[in-house]
C-alpha cells in the first residue's frame, strides 16, 4: 500500500474508534448515536432544524421525529426564530446541556485513554493537522449563558 492508502485507512480506522466512543458514551444515558451528536452540537449553540439536519446529515423529516424525542425527554427546546417567523431555532434545555456536558467529560476521558501514548508535542501536532484537514467550524449563533 501507499501512503495514499495507509492514510485513508487510518482516518477511516479513526472515525470508527471515534464512531464507538460516542456509542458507548451515548448508551450509557439511553442515548443513541445521533442523539449524542445532536447534543454535541447544541452544546454551545442554536440552530435552526435545517442546519441541524445538515450538520447531521439526515433528512428534515428524519429530524422531525428525534426532535420530537429530545423534547419529550427535556433536553431540547424549540424557540421561534427572530430572523424568520416560520424557523424555529433549537437549543438545549439545563437538562440537556448538563446531560452533553457530562458526555463531553466521559468521552474526553476515553479519548484521553486511547492517546495516552502520545507526547504533548505530538498531541499538538495531531490537533494542528486534523484542524487542518477538519476545516472551520461553520458559524452559528453561540448560546447566552444563562440559567
Known amino acids: 500500500p501507499d501512503e495514499r492508502t495507509d492514510l485513508v485507512d487510518a482516518l477511516a480506522r479513526t472515525a470508527f474508534e471515534g464512531t464507538a466512543v460516542l456509542s458507548a458514551g451515548g448508551a450509557a444515558h439511553g442515548l443513541s448515536l445521533t442523539q449524542m451528536r445532536t447534543l454535541g452540537i447544541l452544546r454551545d449553540r442554536t440552530l435552526r432544524a435545517s442546519e441541524l439536519a445538515r450538520y447531521l446529515g439526515l433528512e428534515?423529516?428524519?429530524l422531525s421525529g428525534l426532535i420530537d424525542r429530545a423534547s419529550a425527554r427535556g433536553l431540547l427546546r424549540r424557540r421561534?426564530?427572530?430572523?424568520d417567523r416560520r424557523a424555529v431555532r433549537l437549543e438545549l434545555s439545563a437538562r440537556g446541556r448538563?446531560?452533553?456536558e457530562q458526555g463531553r467529560r466521559e468521552v474526553a476521558a476515553?479519548?484521553?485513554t486511547a492517546t495516552a501514548q502520545l507526547?504533548?508535542?505530538?498531541?499538538?501536532r495531531l490537533t494542528i493537522l486534523l484542524e487542518t484537514f477538519l476545516g472551520p467550524l461553520p458559524a452559528t449563533?453561540?448560546?447566552p449563558e444563562r440559567e
Open 110 to 112: 476515553r479519548l484521553d
Open 80 to 83: 421561534p426564530d427572530p430572523d
Open 141 to 143: 449563533e453561540k448560546i
Open 98 to 100: 448538563g446531560l452533553a
Open 60 to 62: 428534515r423529516s428524519t
Open 119 to 124: 507526547s504533548n508535542a505530538q498531541r499538538r
